[in-house]
């Protein structure tokens, strides 16, 4: 975002334009469907949002890129090498009619690919976030209330030798999850492809009031996950204790985020 060393006169004419913009994007919701069953807001549905609103005002975003980071290797069990990159784009927008300019200002991207297309995957991912964080599209997701069913509830820990990660032998191991594909699925945008993660704890937890076992699961990329599902929770384990990547889904519910997926890498 803004850099305090870089940005020091605000124009007021433009900001004026793009608080404008701020006030007619509204919001955009999710309109792609990922292989592994979440939705995702695609790159193509904020730019056909946006572009006519910058048009109409007169105003360019040219992105300039800082910083490229290469990251380490994304191995498979089968030895299959993804490409991993980080990046850091500046973003200024230019008045058309008065030549006046704001930015740069910074987003970060990180993504890993199969194929070659790690890097063009981060840069997309900074634009995406960068747009929808400036102009405050939101998603339209509603969590709704649910049934309290997969809501993590703070409570007693199930009887253990220690709390920490678990170390237990781990049960039986899971068929083999197949290679990412290294092309683009129809109808798949692959930019919003998930990254692998490790992860660093997996705890098994008893919900005080239903008296019923799920499992806090906490992930590299910081993420806190919890699961009523034991066939999850269990894969979570031998996946922590035999230090292997996995790839996760999880759906946002009454503020928690629930585990709905684990596939290894």
Same mark, same amino acid.
């Given at each position: ?7 020091? !006169? ?48 007169? %105003?360019? =975003? ?6 490229? $980071? +290469?990251?380490?290797? @994304?191995?498979?069990?089968? /030895? ?6 980080? !990046? ?16 740069? =200002? ?27 964080? &400036?102009?405050?599209?939101? =998603?339209? *997701? ?10 993590? +509830?703070? /409570? &007693?820990? @199930? ?23 290294? *092309? ?17 704890? !997996?705890?098994?937890? $008893?919900?005080?009031?239903? #008296? #019923?076992?799920?499992? &806090? %699961? ?5 993420? $806190? ?17 035999? #230090? ?7 759906? !946002?519910?009454? /503020? ?10």
């Amino acid at each position: 975002m803004p850099d305090k060393d870089k940005i020091t !006169v605000l124009v007021p004419g433009l900001v004026a334009k793009l608080t404008k913009i701020l006030g007619q994007v509204g919001g955009i919701p999710k309109d792609q469907k990922h292989q592994q069953g979440w939705m995702y807001r695609s790159e193509d549905a904020l730019m056909e949002r946006l572009r006519p609103l910058f048009a109409g005002e007169g %105003i360019l =975003c040219l992105p300039s890129e800082e910083s490229v $980071t +290469t990251l380490a290797l @994304v191995r498979s069990t089968e /030895g299959k090498e993804a490409s991993h990159f980080a !990046v850091r784009v500046g973003y200024t927008f230019i008045d058309a009619a008065t030549g006046e300019a704001l930015g740069p =200002c910074y987003m970060s991207g990180e993504a890993a690919d199969w194929g070659d297309r790690a890097l063009q995957k981060a840069q997309t991912f900074a634009g995406k976030a960068f747009l929808s964080k &400036v102009f405050m599209i939101s =998603c339209g *997701d509603d969590v709704g209330d649910g049934n309290g069913e997969g809501k993590t +509830t703070p /409570g &007693v820990q @199930v009887p253990r030798k220690s709390d920490q990660p678990v170390t237990a032998t781990p049960p039986p191991p899971a068929p083999a999850a197949p290679e990412p594909p290294p *092309d683009r699925e129809p109808g798949e945008d692959d930019d919003d492809l998930p990254l692998p993660v490790l992860l660093t704890s !997996v705890t098994r937890k $008893t919900s005080p009031k239903a #008296k #019923k076992l799920y499992f &806090v %699961i906490h992930t590299s990329d910081n993420k $806190t996950l919890s699961t009523f599902d034991t066939t999850l929770g269990e894969l979570a384990e031998k996946a922590l204790a035999e #230090k292997n990547p996995v790839m996760i889904g999880f759906e !946002v519910k009454n /503020g928690f985020m629930n585990l709905t997926a684990l596939e290894w890498m």
